[in-house]
């Protein structure tokens, strides 16, 4: 599954053949352990920059844009070790695999999409969740910008009376609270710039319900930056960690479980403005945001049923 994006990104050092913004994959040739699931990589800005990481060898299992959790009914859905009270991190044969499933896509002057569904099935192969995921593309009004948007509402599989979405730190791993839409980024060649609505730096997002999260990196051919927004009325904490590796995502299970049933799905959403050059002030990636059209339309934020 590729996603082919409007508008496109311009192709370094070559006017013939233009890259999608956004590639899509499977993930179903992955290994058990990175638990197998679709996820977005490479993301690349209009200038070509690639703002995802996937397979790094400090975490294989980080892929990209993906929605990942490491504990849903007992099952690892994130990939690689599994925290324990007991133990600490430990790895076992539990890892989850998703499946995508009847995907569709649109295009359009100033849009494009994809949207389909997702089975989650534990390692013994028994369907847990069914999940509906949508993926825009937008053209944004300002240079050098783009946006995107990932929506998911994840409900119990038929069998399934009742999820219970899990976190590290829900056991006992303090601040390990990551869980849900993950953007894993590259490492820049400087220390990147994190700015939120609680302060600067990776601190004082790491916890916070911040509206919105920007992440300035120093690429290979310059500055460039992706502001992340939450869907109005329904801010999660922020996961974010700067040492070791680059990643943010808003956490589902962020300090108790998220309880999931027919009547109580869990949804999800990320939008993001993906910006050729720096931000360094909460007015600039405010000011791109606000144009995201997921986050300026009224009415809008929840696309997905």
């Known amino acids: 599954m590729a996603i082919h994006s409007t508008p496109s990104a311009a192709a370094p050092g070559s006017s013939d053949q233009v890259p999608p913004l956004v590639t899509h994959c499977t993930g179903l040739q992955l290994p058990a352990g990175s638990a197998p699931r679709p996820y977005l990589h490479p993301v690349l800005s209009l200038g070509g920059a690639t703002v995802t990481e996937a397979g790094p060898a400090d975490h294989p299992h980080h892929l990209g844009l993906s929605v990942a959790f490491s504990d849903v009914n007992g099952t690892n859905f994130w990939g690689g070790s599994t925290f324990t009270a007991a133990s600490g991190p430990v790895l076992l044969s539990n890892h989850g695999t998703q499946f995508p499933h009847d995907w569709r896509s649109s295009t359009g002057t100033d849009e494009a999409g994809e949207s389909g569904a997702v089975l989650w099935k534990s390692a013994s192969g028994d369907e847990l969740a069914a999940e509906e995921r949508h ?16 929506s998911s509402v994840i409900r119990p599989a038929a069998r399934v009376e009742r999820l219970a979405v899990s976190s590290s730190a829900v056991k006992g791993r303090a601040g390990a609270g990551y869980g849900g839409i993950f953007w894993r980024f590259p490492r820049g060649s400087d220390d990147p710039v994190v700015l939120s609505d609680a ?95 997921r986050l300026s339309r009224p009415g809008a934020t929840d696309r997905t049923s």
């Open 135 to 150: 993926i825009q593309q937008f053209a944004h009004p300002e240079p050098g910008s783009w946006s995107l948007s990932l």
């Open 199 to 293: 302060g600067t730096g990776a601190d004082a997002a790491h916890g916070s319900r911040s509206p919105w999260l920007s992440v300035t990196m120093r690429l290979e051919g310059g500055p460039v930056s992706v502001v992340l927004g939450q869907d109005p009325g329904h801010q999660l904490p922020w996961f974010i960690r700067t040492e070791g590796y680059l990643g943010a995502g808003p956490a589902a299970a962020w300090s108790e479980p998220a309880h999931v049933d027919a009547e109580t799905p869990l949804r999800l959403g990320l939008h993001a403005v993906i910006h050729d050059g720096a931000v360094t002030t909460p007015a600039r990636a405010l000011e791109l945001l606000h144009q995201h059209p």
